[in-house]
Antibody, heavy 120, light 108 residues
């Protein structure tokens, strides 16, 4: 059974930093693209970032480019999202997902999410 | 960047058919995926590649796509289908993965 468990969320002041983690199990992590998708309170889904199996391709939504960094540790079956220069509009539940085959692909499995609140 | 337009809400009675539209420029040339999100839960993939059902998704769920509109159809709607439904595509022009704004299904 695929399991994705996010951690690292919390309350942070504007301009601050936070590092999210996602622990994966139940599938061959090394064979999957991975993604972060977020959802602001009461709003819809927004794709944030993707990383290819070996980390050789990375994509970001425009609003986080230069501030967020996605990375992975295949040996530890873990996905990360380093978030710097946080803004109020980054407040959201952040979901870790598998992304089947990258372009054209679908978000197959989702974690339960971790809440990030950016507020003074 | 590519935009997907979904109506904010759909309401149907139990046993009826619910249809969710997802509008986008030549969306029929895209691979459209649909997700169901119940309150307080993570999204679940219900239709992929326009009309494929992942394992465990009832046959009542189906999809289609033509021209500028993709459609998710739920037949014989049940109270447990009440949720938000999102369409999603990959925009090759920008290398962005795009979601529609979502449609809330209310079962009357």
């Amino acid at each position: 059974e695929v399991q994705l468990v996010e951690s690292g969320g919390g309350l942070v002041q504007p301009g601050g930093s936070l590092r999210l983690s996602c622990a994966a199990s139940g599938f061959n992590f090394n064979n999957f693209w991975m993604s972060w998708v977020r959802q602001a309170p009461g709003k819809g889904l927004e794709w944030v970032a993707n990383i290819k199996r070996d980390g050789s391709e990375i994509y970001y939504v425009d609003s986080v480019k230069g501030r967020f960094t996605i990375s992975r540790d295949n040996a530890k079956h873990s996905l990360f999202l380093q978030m710097n220069s946080l803004r109020a509009e980054d407040t959201a539940v952040y979901y870790c997902t598998t992304l089947e085959k990258g372009p054209f692909g679908k978000f197959d499995d989702w974690g339960q999410g971790t809440l990030v609140t950016v507020s003074s | 960047s590519y935009v997907l337009i979904q109506p904010p809400s759909v309401s149907v009675a139990p046993g009826e058919t619910a249809r969710f539209t997802c509008g986008g420029n030549n969306v029929a040339f895209q691979s459209v995926h649909w997700y169901q999100q119940k309150p307080g839960q993570a999204p679940v993939l219900v239709i992929c590649y326009d009309n494929d059902r992942p394992s465990g998704i009832p046959e009542r769920f189906s999809g289609s796509s033509s021209g500028n509109t993709a459609t998710l159809t739920i037949s014989r709607v049940e109270a447990g289908d009440e949720a938000d439904y999102y369409c999603q595509v990959w925009d090759g022009g920008s290398d962005h993965w795009v979601f529609g704004g979502g449609t809330k299904l209310t079962v009357l």
